[in-house]
């Protein structure tokens, strides 16, 4: 008997396993955790992201019908990606690309640059020319009425990405006249190694390689067009940091005990006191109890009672200050 119940015990359990399997489901998945990227600023947040990734794609299409403009024929760029980064790794990137670069300007401050790859600059320039070129020649040395013409190129580029700037709630961001040199592309993203850079890479749609069109600005220079400006909370001074602090401490529960005395009495003692035993403590009835947050003693007060329950009349703060 005890046996067939066992196994009729054992079918009842599978069977219920089984429907629980049914209603709930395949257990959840725990997400996989994601390394903090430590090398990589955290300034945007994942919506402003968001916001800055379809500013880029719009970008793109502004960028891609100026050049049609321009090369005298359909070209279109696509978005590479929208990365940030320390100024720091920039320096790298800048050191190893080969670029032709102007800098943007936030007044009279320079914020960022145009950055065009060698590998396609001489055929836009022909292209712009009239002349009949594949869409990416060999890299050659540009006279200087090519250079010219490419710094026509890169301003009008650097202008519709300005345009783009402000379209989109940022602000405008001319280009600075003449190519960058190498020093100057060094100390225009050098100066601090930590501070915070965002990189829009475009890319030609045909190739599908590496950027042509590269925009670096700093995250300050793009708040706007990220939303920050609009949804950042307005400054608040030291003081009102401090009230709103203190207002929440002041609402934090804790549980204080009161402590009328204490008494040291060996185990037999205390193993032998028996309901009417008296237990003496080692405080007189005229002094006050103590007030107690956690081992710590912060006011005294003496036995009182109220509606109907214990209570403490409050003497002193602990130190001795009344109130």
């Not at 955790?33 to 299409?61: C, H, I, N, V, Y």
């Not at 990606?81 to 800048?94: I, K, N, P, R």
């Not at 650097?158 to 405008?172: T, V």
Request: glycine share 10%.
């Amino acid at each position: 008997m005890t046996l067939l119940m066992s196994q009729f015990d054992a079918q009842l359990v599978a069977g219920l396993l089984k429907a629980a399997r049914v209603r709930t489901g395949p257990a959840p998945q725990e997400p996989e955790a994601k390394e903090f990227d430590w090398k990589a600023p955290s300034r945007f947040t994942p919506d402003q992201l968001a916001r800055l990734g379809d500013f880029a794609t719009g970008l793109a299409g502004a960028v891609s019908a100026a050049l049609g403009d321009l090369l005298r024929t359909k070209t279109v760029l696509e978005l590479h990606g929208v990365t940030q980064h320390y100024a720091s790794e920039l320096q790298a990137w800048q050191s190893q690309a080969s670029v032709y670069c102007v800098a943007l300007a936030d007044g009279q401050t320079r914020c960022g640059l145009v950055a065009l790859a060698r590998s396609c600059a001489a055929g836009w320039v022909d292209r712009s020319l009239g002349a009949k070129t594949g869409p990416q020649e060999a890299p050659r040395e540009l006279t200087s009425v090519e250079i010219a013409i490419l710094l026509d190129i890169l301003g009008t580029l650097a202008g519709a990405f300005s345009q783009a700037c402000q379209k989109a709630g940022g602000k405008k961001l001319p280009s600075v006249s003449g190519l960058l040199k190498a020093e100057e592309i060094e100390e225009l993203i050098g100066r601090e190694a930590a501070r915070e850079y965002c990189k829009i890479a475009l890319r030609a749609s045909e190739g599908k390689g590496d950027p042509v069109l590269t925009f670096v600005l700093t995250c300050d220079a793009l708040e706007g067009v990220a939303g920050s400006a609009a949804t950042r909370a307005s400054p608040t001074s030291t003081e009102a940091v401090r009230k709103a602090v203190m207002a929440h401490v002041e609402q934090v529960p804790i549980t204080v005990r009161v402590r009328l005395g204490q008494a040291q009495v060996a185990m037999g003692e205390l193993m032998r006191l028996e309901p009417g035993d008296v237990l003496l403590l080692d405080r007189s009835c005229d002094e006050p109890a103590e007030v107690l947050v956690g081992q710590r003693v912060v006011m005294s007060g003496f036995p009182a009672s109220c509606e109907g329950q214990y209570a403490l009349r409050i003497a002193a703060r602990a130190g001795g200050a009344k109130r």
